[in-house]
């Protein structure tokens, strides 16, 4: 005959049931780096007129190709973002991506755009969420994240298992 279960005791199921959200909660509230922007916002930018504060608009005076090529080539990198396509024309290259969220089902959209200035291309990026739910600091994460794999990229720290000419 077989032995009777023990019965789990009321106060530990509660426990374990109140475990999960408090852990995500948890890791939400360590995620967030500007408490007053990151559970309102749900947009970032990084622009010469301002935006993110510890992030300053990339200069480069490589071909505006090039630093096209590195913007790709650092979404390949970080993994989750994918190119949808292409803008702009004269002076102006717009790039657009769009960033699938891991855990969850929140895609952002992510514009990159080129600006050529005589011998000098300025590179300003915006990121949104497409809920209007506040982004708890993944849009500003995002563009931080871009700016340092393109920076890498145009350094040549970046190893490529691909050549970057063919990422189009």
Same mark, same amino acid.
């Given at each position: 005959?077989?032995?009777?279960?023990?019965?789990?005791?009321?106060?530990?199921?509660?426990?374990?049931?109140?475990?999960?959200?408090? !852990? $995500?909660?948890?890791?939400?509230?360590? *995620?967030?780096?500007?408490?007053?922007?990151?559970? /309102?916002?749900?947009?970032? @930018? %990084?622009?010469?007129?301002?935006?993110?504060?510890?992030?300053?608009?990339?200069?480069?005076?490589?071909?505006?190709?090039?630093?096209?090529?590195?913007?790709?080539?650092?979404?390949?990198?970080?993994?989750?973002?994918?190119?949808?396509?292409?803008?702009?024309?004269?002076?102006?290259?717009?790039?657009?991506?769009?960033?699938?969220?891991? !855990? $969850?089902?929140?895609?952002?959209?992510? *514009?990159?755009?080129?600006?050529?200035?005589?011998? /000098?291309?300025?590179?300003? @990026? %915006?990121?949104?969420?497409?809920?209007?739910?506040?982004?708890?600091?993944?849009?500003?994460?995002?563009?931080?994240?871009?700016?340092?794999?393109?920076?890498?990229?145009?350094?040549?720290?970046?190893?490529?298992?691909?050549?970057?000419?063919?990422?189009?």
């Amino acid at each position: 005959m077989k032995p009777a279960a023990t019965p789990t005791a009321p106060w530990k199921r509660r426990v374990r049931v109140l475990a999960v959200p408090v !852990l $995500l909660l948890a890791l939400a509230a360590l *995620s967030i780096d500007d408490w007053s922007r990151d559970l /309102v916002a749900h947009e970032a @930018a %990084v622009s010469a007129e301002g935006g993110l504060a510890d992030t300053a608009p990339l200069v480069s005076r490589r071909p505006a190709w090039q630093v096209a090529e590195a913007a790709k080539w650092a979404a390949v990198r970080i993994g989750g973002w994918e190119w949808v396509g292409e803008a702009g024309g004269g002076d102006r290259i717009e790039l657009l991506f769009v960033r699938h969220g891991r !855990l $969850l089902p929140f895609d952002d959209d992510v *514009s990159v755009t080129i600006r050529d200035a005589g011998g /000098v291309r300025t590179v300003t @990026a %915006v990121s949104r969420s497409r809920s209007s739910l506040p982004d708890l600091g993944r849009n500003p994460r995002n563009l931080r994240r871009l700016f340092l794999e393109m920076r890498n990229v145009l350094r040549g720290a970046a190893p490529d298992p691909i050549p970057p000419g063919r990422l189009s």
